[in-house]
């Protein structure tokens, strides 16, 4: 959790710059010295830091892209990225400055969507979610499991890597929107699998019916990376100010209702790790030492809500009027 100083970004190149499919841009990234870059394992995702004169309403742009090259090449890292007209800016400063030779400050990476071990897998794809989704398949090929991946898409021009995943065969399931209608779930998710896990990454339509489907599913089954944050439980409920003791700095603040608690920490100076200030990426997660949270966060598992023991503070408050972490 944090129990250090914020991770300072790291100074990276484009290397080389491609079209993986309409609108997607793979980029590879490089250390100037042509040094080693850390390790990741496979759902893994870095933040991208844009050009601070490139704001949107939220100030300056942080993004997470899920790595999809291979987890062995440690000299380089890709990414992938759709640009999406009606996004907040981003992936448009990705595809109209990050060329070839251009300087990419990045932090990470970080892992929210790990593969699991287990005897079987079932990857299910929509669109640009196939970044995290292909190393996960290959690391499952080479370890010897039962896996198939549904992959959707718009149009069969817009689906990337599909040469990267010609290989495995009947493995993977192609299907196009245009060619084969919305992807057939019930075909694949109608009756539960013993000692299967199902990962899925897309938007939130297509993760929102796969959870329905994965219902009756044994506990623990879905793994999921989101886009966007999900509308919980607790996302349009009231806020109420309450007060936040942060232990290892010996202050007590209050977050009023229109503040969150991540911005009451920054204003009283404490640094802390932030990233999507969504409760989706996980970078501002901190350990709980007192007091019940209400979460807001789109990431945690029902399970580690249950427990209490962090919370993502970008979104999620206070069931009562105190609440001890760790900073």
Do not use: K
């Amino acid at each position: 959790m944090n129990d250090q100083l914020p991770q300072a970004p790291t100074t990276l190149t484009v290397a080389s710059r491609t079209l993986a499919a309409d609108g997607v841009v793979s980029l590879t990234l490089r250390r100037p010295d042509g040094g080693m870059l850390p390790a990741w394992t496979p759902g893994a995702h870095i933040d991208v830091l844009l050009d601070r004169e490139e704001r949107d309403h939220d100030g300056d742009l942080i993004r997470q892209y899920s790595l999809c090259g291979h987890p062995a090449e440690r000299e380089a890292w890709q990414i992938a990225v759709l640009r999406e007209p009606g996004g907040r800016g981003g992936s448009a400063y990705v595809h109209d400055h990050l060329c070839e030779g251009a300087i990419a400050r990045v932090r990470g990476p970080r892992n929210n969507f790990p593969l699991r071990p287990a005897a079987r897998h079932l990857f299910i794809a929509g669109g640009v979610g196939i970044t995290p989704i292909l190393p996960m398949v290959e690391a499952a090929e080479a370890a010897g499991a039962d896996w198939r991946l549904l992959y959707g898409g718009r149009t069969r021009t817009s689906m990337a890597f599909l040469d990267r995943l010609a290989p495995h065969g009947d493995r993977v399931l192609i299907r196009p929107q245009d060619e084969y209608g919305l992807l057939d779930l019930a075909a694949h998710l109608g009756v539960p699998e013993e000692d299967t896990l199902v990962h899925a990454c897309g938007p939130e339509p297509l993760l929102q019916a796969v959870q329905e489907r994965c219902a009756g599913w044994p506990p623990g089954t879905l793994g999921v990376e989101r886009f966007a944050p999900a509308r919980t439980a607790g996302s349009d409920a009231p806020a109420e100010a309450f007060e936040v003791e942060l232990a290892r700095s010996g202050l007590t603040l209050t977050v009023p209702a229109d503040r969150s608690v991540l911005e009451t920490v920054e204003e009283a100076g404490i640094p802390v790790d932030f990233s999507c200030r969504e409760g989706t990426c996980g970078t501002c997660e901190t350990d709980v030492l007192d007091g019940r949270p209400d979460h807001r966060d789109s990431l945690l598992t029902e399970d580690e809500q249950a427990a209490g023991d962090t919370m993502l503070i970008c979104v999620s408050r206070s069931r009562g009027p105190r609440l001890v972490l760790d900073l």
